[in-house]
């Protein structure tokens, strides 16, 4: 991402009184860069993101066909390394990981098959962003805490405003705050985890 945009995000940070839940977080483990595009994504928020066009730039029938394809690709892979040449891929050989390919192609096409975002309602894809952010200010911080207060703080300044104006208190915009971040994280996030390991 190029440094006009973390500094876009940076200031909108600043504005929105966000800017000390970034320094923390940096202070606590994370990298700054990484944080920033994130929230460059929640930003962003890539409408859309839950159909398969936009997913993966294809129409329904060109992906099904592309995921039979790579399927017979993983079987043709897998007949040849149970020939001779499957004895070229054994270490100490610099090839070996290749020996996994047809069960990465399997997995690459059971993930294009799938819908992972469709079950988590309106706005899937700032879910998935808000998951991403969570899991990494997670591995990442000292003592793997997730920080919901300064995550919040950070999600709520880079949210666009029509992402504010869809959860109202009262008729006003309602802030998304550590109590609304631990709810989501309590509500969402095994499950966005099991989405993303594919299971």
């Known amino acids: 991402m190029p440094p006009s945009s973390f500094e876009a995000i940076e200031l909108l940070l600043r504005e929105?009184?966000?800017?000390?839940?970034?320094?923390?977080?940096i202070a606590a483990g994370c990298d700054r860069g990484v944080l920033l595009s994130l929230l460059h994504v929640i930003h962003s928020d890539f409408p859309g993101l839950d159909t398969q066009k936009t997913r993966t730039g294809l129409d329904s029938s060109r992906l099904k066909l592309a995921i039979k394809r790579f399927r017979q690709?993983?079987?043709?892979?897998?007949a040849?390394?149970?020939?001779?040449?499957g004895l070229e891929l054994l270490p100490p050989s610099p090839f070996t990981e290749l020996r996994n390919l047809p069960g990465q192609l399997r997995k690459y096409s059971k993930l294009l098959a799938q819908k992972p975002l469709?079950?988590?309602?309106?706005?899937?894809?700032?879910?998935?962003?808000?998951?991403?952010?969570?899991?990494?200010?997670?591995?990442?911080?000292?003592?793997?805490?997730?920080?919901?207060?300064?995550v919040a703080a950070i999600i709520d300044a880079a949210l666009p405003?029509?992402?504010?104006?869809?959860?109202?208190?009262?008729?006003?915009?309602?802030?998304?705050?550590?109590?609304?971040?631990?709810?989501?994280?309590?509500?969402?996030?095994?499950?966005?985890?099991?989405?993303?390991?594919g299971k």
């Open 161 to 197: 405003s029509e992402k504010r104006s869809h959860e109202t208190r009262g008729g006003s915009p309602r802030i998304y705050d550590a109590t609304a971040h631990k709810q989501w994280r309590f509500k969402n996030y095994a499950k966005l985890s099991q989405i993303f390991a």
């Open 73 to 78: 690709v993983a079987d043709e892979i897998e």
């Open 16 to 25: 929105n009184g966000a800017i000390r839940a970034l320094k923390d977080l």
């Open 118 to 150: 469709k079950s988590l309602g309106r706005y899937p894809g700032l879910h998935a962003q808000k998951y991403y952010l969570t899991q990494y200010v997670i591995e990442c911080s000292h003592y793997h805490k997730p920080h919901d207060e300064k």
């Open 80 to 85: 040849i390394n149970q020939r001779h040449f």
